[in-house]
């Protein structure tokens, strides 16, 4: 019975996506985008990824939403130009080709949910096995990002810095935009219902976001789910009461140390656990056991981890909302 | 106490049919009212009357009392942000220069 | 009941057609943009269905009593990619908004003719 409503889920899926790819106006894109990544985010806790689910919730729904209509406050909403008529027709056709194509592949990969598929015989047994006893902490996924690709995730809290960096130096530092304007930012302040409801959400969802950070070990959550809640918290705020009430907040310089310190708290666990005997981001020297060592190592890697997106989300947000000309 | 179990089922499938049934009316309305508002004011239901019967359902349904305080705390979460939204949307929309259809035949009556 | 089997595979096609399409032959970049993100949706779609095991849970002990557990390794692999996605997205929006201020115009033929003209 499950399958007939994940079926019924793709299928919205797929509507969608072609609403998107084929509407005219730009905002009606970017709204279906968040109905898009909410419907995946669904058909990902169908498809038992519960941390997945969580963080394409957060990260595509609401964060991505907010950073489209962001840049699409700075340039038009219709879409004008149609491709010449040759570049339709000989894309469809490659399309289709390699659509057929696809298929036909399809055929050949293993039955859905098969668990003896290639993919479930080779190292999934080992992390699934081996986490409690190595870690002690139930969220497998987390151990396995945390610890034992603890690699992949240092270069991904990186990757979410340098992003940081690139929209800063391509659309320069809030506050020296905003100066150059007198005009002030009211934000939403003359609605009265958005901004009372909106002020009395503020602290549940940072609190909330505080959770989600401590307990991705017991339950699915993890920095970046965090990361992604408490920034969507601080640019409620940004919207509701102004841009300039939100930097006086928080400042340029706090999201700076943020973006920074997170990711060098994970290097420097990394170079920490070197100077202590061990290999590079080895846990295990950083307690008196195997266990509590690893905890220690993972519970400070998703700090870095929340406190570094939680910066670059924040800037990137202040970044397009400074770049306004209102 | 089998027998009440089985009427806190029921109940249950009940409440939950009955949100189904609302959150219908909620689709089917936001698609064939004729103007913006009333379009909104039809697909605010799945906001407000639809999330209230469901998950009161579910409340019912489940047997663990930390789910039930989690869905409880839930419902609450959507009863104070789904009518802000709507009330947003309206608000912008009127601000956006969208008037309601009712309102422009009333001032050319007079 | 096979084809139900490989449904999901078939919608990973579509959608990662779909995204394609808008990739290579809409004109607007924020388009462009916009089918980058369906593409990339569309591998998250198979590595998760490909990690899914029947009758299992999510890779979270004591949740459930259930001990047949779903693939954790793809969703690792896909948390990390989700958080790559929005920020090379976010990049992408902003030489965007660089290129709207540069040329007045977000659409490709009209970089193109301001390029072709100077």
Request: hydrophobic share 55%; proline share 3%; no cysteine.
């Amino acid at each position: 019975m499950i399958e007939i409503f994940n079926i019924f889920l793709m299928a919205m899926l797929v509507i969608t996506a072609l609403a998107m790819v084929s509407s005219r106006h730009l905002f009606i894109t970017v709204m279906l985008s968040g109905i898009f990544s909410l419907l995946v985010a669904a058909i990902f806790l169908f498809l038992d990824a519960a941390d997945v689910a969580l963080t394409e919730a957060a990260v595509g729904a609401g964060i991505s939403t907010v950073l489209f209509l962001g840049a699409l406050a700075l340039m038009d909403v219709e879409e004008t130009a149609r491709g010449e008529r040759w570049v339709r027709v000989s894309s469809l056709v490659v399309v289709a080709v390699t659509t057929i194509a696809l298929v036909y592949a399809t055929f050949d990969q293993p039955l859905f949910g098969d668990p003896n598929a290639p993919i479930n015989l080779h190292v999934a047994p080992w992390y699934i096995e081996n986490v409690p006893v190595h870690m002690g902490i139930p969220n497998i996924v987390t151990g396995i990002l945390g610890s034992y690709r603890g690699y992949d995730t240092l270069g991904e809290v990186f990757v979410v810095y340098t992003a940081g960096i690139g929209v800063l130096s391509l659309l320069g530092d809030p506050v020296k935009n905003r100066m150059n304007r007198p005009v002030q930012n009211h934000g939403l302040r003359h609605y009265l219902i958005p901004r009372v409801v909106g002020r009395m959400l503020i602290p549940f969802i940072i609190l909330f976001g505080l959770y989600v950070q401590f307990h991705g070990e017991y339950s699915p959550g993890g920095g970046f789910q965090a990361g992604a809640l408490i920034a969507a918290a601080i640019i409620l705020f940004a919207i509701l009461e102004g841009e300039n009430r939100a930097l006086n907040v928080i400042p340029m310089r706090v999201l700076y140390l943020m973006m920074a310190s997170g990711a060098l708290l994970y290097g420097g666990v990394g170079v920490a656990t070197l100077f202590m005997g061990g290999n590079f981001l080895e846990y295990t020297v950083l307690g008196s056991t195997m266990v509590s060592g690893q905890q220690w190592g993972i519970l400070l890697i998703e700090a870095g981890v929340g406190l570094t997106v939680t910066g670059v989300l924040i800037t990137i947000f202040h970044a397009f909302a400074a770049r306004s000309n209102l | 106490m089998d027998a009440w179990s089985n009427v806190v089922e029921i109940i249950s499938i009940v409440f939950m049919a009955i949100g189904a049934f609302f959150i219908f009316v909620g689709g089917v309305g936001a698609l064939r009212m004729p103007d913006f508002y009333t379009r909104m004011h039809a697909a605010s239901l799945t906001d407000s009357a639809g999330p209230i019967f469901i998950l009161i359902g579910l409340i019912l349904h489940t047997d663990s009392f930390l789910v039930a305080i989690k869905l409880f705390t839930v419902l609450v979460f959507i009863l104070i942000t789904g009518p802000t939204a709507s009330n947003a949307l309206a608000s912008a929309a009127l601000l956006a220069g969208n008037k309601p259809s009712l309102a422009v035949k009333q001032t050319t009556a007079e | 009941m096979a084809w139900v089997d490989y449904f999901h595979y078939w919608v990973f096609a579509i959608l990662l057609m779909i995204g394609f399409f808008g990739v290579i032959a809409k004109r607007n970049l924020v388009k462009k943009l916009v089918g980058l993100s369906i593409f990339q949706s569309a591998v998250f779609l198979l590595y998760i269905t490909m990690g899914k095991v029947e009758g299992g849970t999510a890779p979270i002990y004591g949740i459930t009593d259930n001990t047949v557990f779903s693939n954790p390794l793809p969703q690792v692999l896909i948390l990390t990619a989700i958080v790559v996605g929005i920020s090379t997205t976010a990049l992408g929006l902003s030489i965007v908004v660089r290129i709207k201020e540069a040329y007045g115009s977000i659409e490709e033929d009209v970089i193109h003719e301001k390029d072709r003209v100077e």
